[in-house]
């Protein structure tokens, strides 16, 4: 799990207000501000709001230009940055 702000997202975790401009490359869920945004149950979901990436995003499964794995919610997030998967 490789983010340009956050691995991954902790139970009833918010990652707010942010950006990367960054590359980022890893293997396995690679993101632009987060690797991997968890959703262990309904009473602990995690959200991803208001967050951007501008960098270069590599990686070989789940990659994404916010985030390489989304099991919960983004939402008024954008990404501008070139993303490179190879698996």
Not at 13 to 23: E, K, L, P, Q
Not at 57 to 76: C, I, K, L, M, P
């Amino acid at each position: 799990n490789v983010g340009g702000i956050v691995g991954e997202t902790p139970e009833d975790g918010t990652v707010r207000d942010s950006f990367n401009i960054a590359s980022v490359s890893g293997r396995n869920n690679v993101g632009g501000v987060v690797g991997s945004n968890r959703f262990e149950t309904h009473d602990y979901p995690s959200t991803i709001l208001r967050v951007y990436n501008t960098g270069t995003v590599e990686g070989e499964n789940n990659v994404g230009g916010v985030a390489g794995r989304d099991q919960y919610q983004t939402s008024h997030s954008f990404n501008l940055g070139e993303v490179r998967g190879t698996g």
